[in-house]
């Protein structure tokens, strides 16, 4: 083992000593758009996203502002708010306990935002592209490690300029507490990705612009960016998977760009492996490096999944209390881990599944199983696990099941 994978294993592995709180986090985007066109706003405008959130950031005294080249979002003591690429908002709400009170926390700053931007004219929305504004319109906000990226992309698949100015998605955090447990929970994820990205497909809820794919666009796109860094982990149902494993994964990713004090040193195709041959990266190196995968479950102090589409906020608590429900009990982990071995699992088959789903939707097959009946088996092990009150959460997800989806849900649910 070199010197810098020995620093990365021993980065993971004193993430594992940490109280079993079972903590979900979210991290949600959104769009700002014009109500009537749906367009986007832009950062520069005169009445543009800059200027939105600095008002937001009056809503809340003592909040912190984040300075870049410019405003870029702030923090209060619950969440923080940031821009993505161009200038997708996006809220990060700090670990909880309880759904509920997740809930509450995105309530809040939904209906003070959303009150704030009908004055405007403007709308937060939640889906999982934009759906009329041209993405080679759309600029980047003033943030190097993007325009880094950005260019970086143009190089490495067709899909890297959709992904960043024209997609928004939903992620949840959960911790692990051991290695087998890492091994079991991004296992589990894995297994269950394809079914997770289908009750939150959000692609036809906005029915306006040219949309080729009916069912996951936006995984679709992400298929397009970058194969180094992005998608499904090579050899990720290997019995014995474990942080080396994913550790591999990194050293053999171009980081695009490395933080030396201030400044970021563009690293042109040269892997992570080959940049640290012959040093040792810091706690902040390494941080700064996991945060350049973009795998569908990403590790990082905890484990990040990344597979949902922006939902409406309806769903927001649903998708948390799915998440507590689903990794947070032995016996759903052990039942996935029993299915990946029995059915002799590669991810070969998940994308297999995916593209069931992308083709078919709730028509699709999930290894085999029904789209419809994998999914009511889904909620039924996940409510079990759970509290009366977060099991009520679920019953979004019982009329997307009966539906057929998000977009077909009538508006007066």
């Given amino acids: 083992m070199q010197e810098w994978e020995t620093a990365f294993l021993q980065y993971f592995t004193a993430c594992t000593d940490k109280p079993k709180a079972e903590q979900i986090g979210l991290e949600a985007e959104h769009f700002i758009v014009n109500k009537q066109t749906k367009e ?29 080249e410019d405003l870029l979002g702030f923090i209060t003591d619950e969440f923080s708010i940031t821009l993505e690429p161009a200038a997708q908002v996006e809220i990060s709400i700090i670990p909880k306990s309880h759904v509920k009170d997740i809930a509450s926390i995105y309530s809040e700053f939904h209906q003070t935002f959303s009150s704030l931007l009908e004055m405007k004219s403007f709308e937060l929305m939640s889906a999982p592209y934009q759906p009329v504004s041209s993405v080679e319109e759309l600029r980047i906000i003033p943030k190097e490690r993007y325009r880094l990226m950005d260019k970086h992309f143009q190089q490495t698949g067709s899909g890297g300029r959709d992904m960043m100015r024209g997609t928004a998605s939903m992620q949840v955090s959960i911790d692990f507490y051991s290695e087998d447990d890492f091994r079991r ?85 040269k892997t992570i492996g080959e940049l640290y041959k012959n040093r040792v990266p810091s706690e902040k190196n390494i941080e700064h490096l996991l945060s350049m995968a973009f795998p569908d479950v990403r590790l990082k102090k905890y484990l990040e999944i990344r597979t949902a589409d922006a939902v409406p906020p309806r769903y927001i608590p649903a998708y ?88 077909n849900i009538p508006l007066s649910h």
């Fill in 40 to 68: 986007t706003i832009s950062y520069y405008a005169d009445l543009g996203v800059k200027t939105l959130i600095g008002l937001l950031m009056d809503c809340y005294p003592g909040a912190k502002p984040i300075i870049g």
């Fill in 185 to 269: 929970k991004i296992q589990a994820a894995y297994y269950y990705s394809p079914l997770l990205k289908l009750l939150c497909d959000t692609t036809t809820l906005v029915r306006l612009g040219d949309t080729p794919q009916k069912f996951l666009r936006r995984t679709a796109i992400w298929r397009r960016v970058d194969a180094l860094r992005c998608g499904i982990l090579p050899g990720i149902f290997t019995e014995n998977y474990g942080f080396l494993d994913y550790i591999r994964f990194l050293g053999n990713m171009p980081p695009i760009f490395t933080v030396q004090g201030q400044e970021l040193q563009v690293t042109g195709s």
């Fill in 320 to 407: 948390c209390a799915l998440i507590k429900g689903l990794f947070y009990h032995n016996n759903i982990l052990e039942m996935a881990e029993h299915e990946i071995r029995r059915l002799q699992l590669t991810e070969k088959d998940i994308r297999a599944a995916e593209n069931s789903f992308m083709n078919q939707g709730w028509q699709g097959s999930f290894y085999g199983t029904n789209a419809e009946i994998a999914a009511k088996d889904l909620l039924e092990s996940a409510k079990g696990n759970l509290s009366g009150e977060e099991r009520s959460y679920l019953s979004a997800f019982d009329e997307v099941i009966e539906c057929k989806g998000i977009a």
